[in-house]
């Protein structure tokens, strides 16, 4: 990698009653994943038993902890505490989980590939290319249980939402937006350009650890054809028209 | 040892979740956290009913409800006035009662409040979906039959029968919310409040707000004054309960238990957990008052309250 070294600056702000939301950096940078990563597992050490839920995302860590094993004001010392000793994960990038979708990319089920060829002089297969030659890195999850907002996008595939979004995107739906791309774990409403689908359970709560992909891991997808992509447990019906 | 004991579901009504204390621990995930709306009437409810915090109750919103017990039980009902009955009698909230086998109990409509939560001593049994029963339509994720269902015609709801329960029948006149009365809810101000407009700040704490029919377990949106903030939009970061966040048309929404883990909208800063149990029960149209209140403030309420639980 090679980013400059990152060093935060880090500011508390207010989260209601039981939360404080520690604003690490101002902009999207992969390299902060190494600090966010490092201050999530002071917490997890540090607040114990009262420590509720950690939220991760591009820029931030939100912390929630009990109110009736700390107040707002212990929180935020712990909290500066850990900040003032706080040092990047070492070989974060290098040691992060590295996980392959594949995907069947279809005009059928990606009913965009065709809008974002436009920028490769109609070619499809250059879309494909291109968004499987990159590797990404989870930036945070949200919006859904274990849909996973991946950056690293090239520029090429960047693209705007929809201008009026989808109302039932099927699970499994890979897809583009600004300089984002990501996968529906589940049947939603969504904006994002469809290029393709894949059969992995993105989420499943039987499962251990629940989400495919977590803040952190880093994704490349494989292209794969559509009878793989059946045998893997992928669903074909193409999208429904006007959907 | 007790038998088990069912409440049959003849009618569903709008919507009616299991609710336990909520989901925790994955919100990293994309989960969100689920629980009762009004934790207040639904911590009395499990009082009443003489559970300890974080058995699973009923959330019944707006009513349209009929259950019928195929055995003797105790219950607990506490929240809204949805027009209750109890085989035709009228059955008044905030209070224990006994549900004999074969009689119906039935919510109409709502008179004061939207939310009832029906208690059983030992809570309502279910298999719990990412540590908690909490019914989470939006995720699939808990509920009584999993998969964050709602409750449907000839649905069951099992529990344990048990004798009379100990602890009060009834709760004090003290704590029983005026669900008519204008509230006047407490914000802990946020880190984005010094980007918005010094009229903005002035009218949102010196002008009445309205709750919109936009309003479900996800968020509340307020109608008032438009309030004008120098930021649009921020990186997606996390929300707490009860943020208020400001898109750019200045209408605010208050997000609740159902949210999305994570947000990007300006935020004035935070209702408190009181704050969003009385908001809960607040039906569309209903005016309202913001009122700022410090953090230690709403620290020291809050836990006072939550030690009457214990």
Request: with cysteine; aromatic share 8%; charged share 20%.
């Amino acid at each position: 990698m090679s980013h400059p070294v990152r060093h935060p600056v880090p500011r508390l702000e207010s989260a209601g009653l039981d939360g404080w939301l520690v604003r690490l950096f101002d902009d999207i940078d992969e390299a902060n994943l190494a600090w966010i990563e490092a201050l999530m597992g002071a917490c997890e050490e540090n607040f114990g038993a009262a420590l509720i839920d950690l939220v991760p995302s591009y820029t931030t860590l939100l912390v929630c902890f009990d109110p009736l094993r700390m107040d707002g004001g212990e929180a935020r010392r712990r909290l500066l505490t850990q900040l003032a000793e706080l040092r990047p994960r070492e070989g974060d990038a290098e040691s992060a989980p590295l996980k392959t979708l594949p995907v069947w990319y279809d005009e059928s089920v990606g009913p965009e590939l065709k809008r974002l060829a436009a920028g490769f002089a109609g070619d499809i297969a250059a879309v494909i290319h291109a968004h499987t030659q990159a590797e990404y890195r989870v930036f945070a999850l949200g919006f859904a249980p274990g849909f996973a907002f991946m950056g690293g996008l090239p520029a090429s595939l960047e693209a705007p939402r929809l201008a009026t979004p989808r109302r039932r995107v099927p699970a499994g739906s890979v897809a583009v937006a600004g300089r984002q791309t990501a996968a529906y774990p589940t049947v939603s409403p969504g904006g994002w350009n469809l290029l393709g689908r894949t059969p992995m359970a993105l989420f499943d709560r039987h499962r251990q650890g629940h989400s495919l992909l977590v803040v952190g891991d880093r994704v490349r997808f494989e292209a794969v054809d559509r009878e793989t992509f059946i045998e893997l447990g992928g669903d074909p019906t193409p999208m429904e028209e006007g959907a | 040892m007790s038998e088990l004991a069912r409440l049959r579901v003849e009618q569903a009504g709008p919507l009616a979740l299991l609710q336990d204390a909520g989901r925790f621990g994955v919100r990293r995930l994309g989960v969100t956290q689920g629980g009762p709306a009004d934790p207040h009437a639904w911590a009395w409810a499990n009082r009443l009913a003489g559970n300890s915090w974080g058995a699973a109750v009923l959330e019944i919103t707006l009513g349209g409800l009929t259950l019928v017990a195929e055995r003797d039980a105790w219950l607990a009902l506490a929240g809204a006035d949805l027009g209750a009955t109890l085989d035709g009698e009228p059955l008044t909230p905030w209070r224990r009662f006994r549900l004999g086998a074969g009689q119906r109990l039935a919510f109409a409509m709502p008179r004061v409040g939207l939310r009832a939560y029906l208690a059983v001593p030992g809570g309502f049994h279910a298999e719990a979906e990412l540590g908690s029963l909490a019914c989470v339509v939006r995720e699939g994720l808990g509920g009584h039959r999993g998969e964050g269902r709602a409750l449907a015609a000839g649905d069951a709801l099992a529990f344990r029968a048990a004798g009379q329960p100990s602890g009060p029948e009834e709760a004090p006149p003290a704590v029983r919310p005026d669900y008519a009365a204008e509230p006047r809810l407490a914000l802990i101000p946020g880190a984005q409040i010094a980007a918005f407009r010094g009229s903005s700040l002035f009218a949102a704490f010196h002008h009445p707000w309205r709750v919109d029919a936009r309003a479900d377990r996800m968020g509340v949106r307020l109608t008032g004054p438009k309030l004008e903030c120098a930021i649009d939009s921020l990186v997606s970061e996390g929300i707490g309960l009860g943020a208020v966040q400001v898109p750019p048309d200045g209408q605010p929404i208050v997000l609740l238990n159902d949210r999305q883990t994570i947000g990007g909208y300006p935020r004035l800063g935070s209702l408190t957990p009181l704050a969003c149990a009385r908001l809960a029960q607040c039906q569309p149209g209903q005016r309202l008052w913001l009122r700022p209140q410090g953090r230690e403030a709403a620290h020291n309420d809050f836990v006072r309250w939550r030690r009457e639980f214990d």
